[in-house]
Structures are given as structure tokens and as C-alpha cells.
T-cell receptor, first 114, second 117 residues
Framework: DSGVTQTPKHLITATGQRVTLRCSPR?????VYWYQQSLDQGLQFLIQ???????AKGNILERFSAQQFPDLHSELNLSSLELGDSALYFC?????????????FGPGTRLTVT | AQKVTQAQTEISVVEKEDVTLDCVYE???????LFWYKQPPSGELVFLIR??????QNEISGRYSWNFQKSTSSFNFTITASQVVDSAVYFC??????????????FGKGITLSVRP
């Protein structure tokens, strides 16, 4: 168990809808990363937050947004969903461990858009 | 830009065979980290190893060993005496320093390893 929790585990929704994925980092970790794993794009970085502020952005669509709250949990909002958004979405939190920052991954949220 | 190439896409071996998974990376950073993750059929990402760019010592952990060669920008992973439980997708990944904007993980496409009994 990495200590990172993600809810829900599975999500099935229709095209055009909006969903929110939630991530709680390990206790004390300030950084949260979101990654998307799809069959055609593989595992790719979406966005990073550090202590409530956006730190880096990757290949994140404009229909997607994220935020990190004062209690450090993070939410990824996906709107106007398309079939191609079906993927496994991972959250990771980063903390100092054994001489470097380590990213610990949550179990993922599997999103199916029908 | 950072890039990780895992040229092998699928490997199939018989139990007890040794298997090496290749990883080649590109980065302009002088300090960086390399990782291997395992993704079993259940879907979670399991951390296997992190290697710092300034530490080229090879590492062995049980049946697993890693060979880091800066000269060829490679970080290969060998499983000795493979077992059926080793069947999974294996990802090599690269990140820059610490918590900054370059700390995101860049993943390779992954290698699907099937170990047959």
C-alpha cells in the first residue's frame, strides 16, 4: 500500500459528461502529480501541484483541469468527455525518501466513457 | 526534452529463463533519476528501483538486477530465473530533480513480459 488513495476506483459515464477524480496524497507529501494511461498514448504526465500551486503542466487538454486544496488532496476535473478520454488515471505524491524524492502511485481510477 | 525508449514491446519466456528488459533514455539534465515500475494485470504501478545519475553502480535485489551505463544512456533490467508471477508490463521512467517543474516522470511505452510455466 503506497499510502496514496484515489476515488472512485471505476467510473463509467457518457460522452459529454463531466467527472471529478479525487486523490489524497501520503501524509506530509506536498507534491501531487496526475498521469493518464491510455492504449494509444501510453503513460503520460498531465499536471503537477506543489502545496496548492500548479508547478508543471504536461499534455493536459483544455477540457481537463485540476486543483490542490489546503488539506493537500487534489481533484482532476474532466469535462465534455469523449470516447478517447477512456483511460486509467493515476495520481502520485512525492516525498523525501532514501536521499531523493520518490513518487508514490495510487491505485488509479479507471474511466470508461460510453 | 526527456525521452525514454523501450524498443522491446513483448517478450515471452519459459519459467526459469533469464530475461533482460532494455531501456534507453535521453536527457539534457546533468542530474536525473531513472526508475523501473511493474504493472501487473491488476493495474497498479509498483515501484521497483530508482537510480541516481551520479551513481553508476549496478544493483541486485534477489532475482532482479539493474545495469546502468551512462556512456550508452541505458538502464537495463534483468530478471534471473523468471517466474510466472513476473508476468506484467514493465515501464522504465526518467525524471529530473526533486520537486521542481522537471520532476515529472517520463515513461517508456512499456514491455509486456509473459512467463510461461
Amino acid at each position: 500500500d503506497s499510502g496514496v488513495t484515489q476515488t472512485p476506483k471505476h467510473l463509467i459515464t457518457a460522452t459529454g459528461q463531466r467527472v471529478t477524480l479525487r486523490c489524497s496524497p501520503r501524509s506530509g507529501d506536498l507534491s501531487v502529480y496526475w498521469y493518464q494511461q491510455s492504449l494509444d498514448q501510453g503513460l503520460q504526465f498531465l499536471i503537477q501541484y506543489y502545496n496548492g500551486e500548479e508547478r508543471a503542466k504536461g499534455n493536459i487538454l483544455e477540457r481537463f483541469s485540476a486543483q490542490q486544496f489546503p488539506d493537500l488532496h487534489s481533484e482532476l476535473n474532466l469535462s465534455s468527455l469523449e470516447l478517447g478520454d477512456s483511460a486509467l488515471y493515476f495520481c502520485a505524491s512525492s516525498g523525501w525518501d532514501r536521499g531523493a524524492y520518490e513518487q508514490y502511485f495510487g491505485p488509479g481510477t479507471r474511466l470508461t466513457v460510453t | 526534452a526527456q525521452k525514454v525508449t523501450q524498443a522491446q514491446t513483448e517478450i515471452s519466456v519459459v519459467e526459469k529463463e533469464d530475461v533482460t528488459l532494455d531501456c534507453v533514455y535521453e536527457t539534457r539534465d546533468t542530474t536525473y533519476y531513472l526508475f523501473w515500475y511493474k504493472q501487473p494485470p491488476s493495474g497498479e504501478l509498483v515501484f521497483l528501483i530508482r537510480r541516481n545519475s551520479f551513481d553508476e553502480q549496478n544493483e541486485i535485489s534477489g532475482r532482479y538486477s539493474w545495469n546502468f551505463q551512462k556512456s550508452t544512456s541505458s538502464f537495463n533490467f534483468t530478471i534471473t530465473a523468471s517466474q510466472v508471477v513476473d508476468s506484467a508490463v514493465y515501464f522504465c521512467a526518467l525524471s529530473g530533480k526533486d520537486t521542481g517543474a522537471n520532476s515529472k516522470l517520463t515513461f517508456g511505452k512499456g514491455i509486456t513480459l509473459s512467463v510461461r510455466p
